[in-house]
């Protein structure tokens, strides 16, 4: 079982920075890809970003790309999600997952929520205008 706990939500004004953590524990954290999903009141869960198990692929939604960014250290048995000039828009509870069976797989399969087997607590980052 691989455990997961995201960390560094918060309030932010529109036009700031966050950086969310994920820490990984529990089982080998290299042989998992990565990914960030995000859920807003009364809306679906939706893709964010994602990250191939050695980073050597990167995938973003439409609409946070060049704003976002996804990284991972395989040391430290973490992923991160550097985000940059926020808007109200992307409030929201901020999750990583994790999928064990495709390391190197594209976006088609990683923006779908349903192909990740490990998922965190959440953690809520609101954006105000």
């Known amino acids: 079982q691989l455990q997961l706990a995201e960390s560094g939500g918060g309030l932010v004004q529109a036009g700031g920075s966050l950086r969310l953590s994920c820490a990984a524990s529990?089982?080998?954290?290299?042989?998992?890809?990565m990914g960030w999903f995000r859920q807003a009141p009364g809306k679906e869960r939706e893709f964010v970003a994602a990250?191939?198990?050695?980073?050597?692929?990167?995938y973003y939604a439409d609409s946070v790309k060049g704003r976002f960014t996804i990284s991972r250290d395989n040391a430290r048995n973490r992923v991160y999600l550097q985000m940059n000039s926020l808007k109200p828009e992307d409030t929201a509870v901020y999750y990583c997952a994790a999928d064990a069976n495709h390391c190197y797989s594209d976006s088609s399969y990683y923006r779908l929520r349903g192909n990740y087997d490990y998922w965190g607590q959440g953690t809520q980052v609101t954006v105000s205008s």
């Open positions: 529990g089982r080998t954290f290299s042989n998992y890809a």
């Open positions: 990250i191939r198990c050695n980073g050597d692929g990167t």
